[in-house]
């Protein structure tokens, strides 16, 4: 498989589904949006795992690659409103270089295209999983609104369910979109991911070094049983 040109393919699916929408400002902002996007890691996920299948370049998972693209995105947008960001990867965010509104509607369009897309490859497991992200990702960011101004702050248990919610459990369903086996892999993935972002941002708590302690030592656990591609990614 040659993955930068799947990934095109799924960059080229993303744009072909925002220009169906109606008016310039849709598609104005999304060009805004990917035109800064980075190595887009979850559907470079979808696309390795289904790899292991045979399955990299089908269309289901290149519809699927571009959903988990699309959910991404959207959860940024509507991200930036909560937490009233104005820059992203150090840029104007959405929000800041239109509006709130705009930033939350264009985020709720590319929901409604992962609905388009779990519409036409029918399939009802994959739906299921799916809105039971979405789920977490609503529910974590409750959670996180409900908790970390707490005295004395999250406790571990709340912070894990936090960057479950609000990264593993995408990088889990991204994975398993492409191949289920690889389901457990990226939860553990995405939430070294989201403790390492943590560090990064400055946003450590007393717990996140042996946090990331642990999901190393699972990460290590799970690798010898699965064929994990030498992508540099996958670290």
């Not at 940024?76 to 509607?105: E, F, Q, T």
């Amino acid at each position: 498989m040659n993955l930068e040109d799947s990934l095109q393919q799924v960059r080229a699916e993303f744009m072909d589904r925002m220009r169906r929408g109606s008016g310039h400002l849709l598609l104005e902002v999304e060009t805004f949006v990917t035109s800064r996007t980075g190595k887009m890691l979850r559907p470079r996920f979808t696309l390795l795992a289904a790899d292991t299948l045979g399955q990299a370049s089908s269309r289901r998972t290149i519809l699927l690659a571009t959903a988990v693209e699309m959910l991404h995105n959207a959860s940024l947008l509507h991200d930036d409103v909560i937490d009233r960001s104005d820059k992203r990867r150090g840029k104007p965010s959405v929000n800041a270089r239109w509006n709130n509104s705009v930033a939350v509607l264009v985020g709720d369009f590319l929901l409604a295209q992962v609905m388009r897309i779990l519409h036409e490859v029918n399939e009802s497991d994959t739906t299921r999983r799916v809105y039971q992200t979405v789920e977490a990702m609503v529910e974590s960011e409750l959670l996180a609104q409900e908790t970390i101004n707490r005295p004395g702050g999250q406790t571990a248990n709340q912070y894990l369910s936090v960057i479950d919610g609000k990264t593993a459990r995408l990088f889990a369903t991204a994975c398993a979109l492409g191949n289920p086996a690889y389901e457990e892999f990226g939860l553990h993935y995405g939430r070294l991911f989201q403790l390492r972002d943590d560090i990064d941002d400055g946003e450590a708590t007393s717990f996140t070094e042996e946090l990331i302690r642990q999901e190393k030592d699972i990460l290590a656990a799970i690798k010898p049983s699965l064929p994990i591609p030498n992508t540099g990614i996958m670290e």
